[in-house]
């Protein structure tokens, strides 16, 4: 990507990687074990969901493959660009400016026939810079626009307690949904997936 282009908002930088040891606990909420961190916040949790830490200080290399988990649930939730992380509302008509890469891999349909997604939003003066330089947007890419977003899922790693209560992982990148409480108890959040309102093909 070229220097004169911004860091994507969304990606990882490489002073941001930090390790907090894993475990399951009991939790009287749940009436049984969930995971958590050795030294657990109430902000750890939304939804139910452990979620993955990472650092906010934004420096050091870039690592545009890696996608950073609060700030992506930031973007899903409040309607920020995941280039620039200004708004990514249209103020013309309210809805969402999307673009999504190659769609029959990131953009899918539930049983109700709701699109869904893990993919953030981009604002519609980010479209044309992203399509100039992402190698993931040259070969096919739609632009969308949507009413509305629900949370819907997560990305996440799952996990199961050990005899001694340490975390073993059985599932890498597993698609939870928001009401398979059972499963979120052992899962570690990666990214925030929503359902789409309305969603248009953007002429």
């Known amino acids: 990507m070229s220097p004169r282009v911004p860091i994507p ?10 390790r907090h040891p894993l475990e399951f606990q009991w939790s009287d909420e749940h009436r049984g074990l969930r995971l958590s961190y050795k030294d657990p916040v109430p902000q750890d949790w939304m939804y139910g969901v452990l979620w993955t830490r990472q650092g906010m200080v934004s420096t050091g290399r870039p690592e545009y493959r890696t996608v950073h988990t609060a700030r992506q649930r930031r973007c899903m939730l409040q309607s920020l660009c995941q280039v620039c992380k200004h708004s990514a509302v249209d103020p013309e008509n309210g809805r969402i400016w999307w673009l999504f ?6 953009l899918f349909t539930n049983a109700l026939g709701e699109y869904y997604s893990h993919i953030a939003p981009t604002c519609q003066t980010c479209i044309p810079i992203s399509l100039a330089h992402c190698p993931h947007l040259r070969e096919e890419a739609v632009s ?19 005899p001694d209560q340490s975390a073993e992982l059985i599932a ?32």
């Open 172 to 203: 890498r990148d597993a698609l939870v949904q928001l009401e398979q409480f059972q499963v979120l108890g052992s899962a570690l959040a990666k990214q925030l997936v929503v359902a789409f309102v309305d969603l248009r093909v953007s002429p």
């Open 144 to 162: 969308c626009t949507v009413a509305g977003v629900e949370p819907y899922a997560v990305h996440a790693d799952v996990y199961q307690p050990r």
């Open 101 to 106: 890469p190659t769609p029959e891999r990131y």
């Open 9 to 18: 908002y969304i990606n990882v930088r490489a002073d941001e990687h930090v």
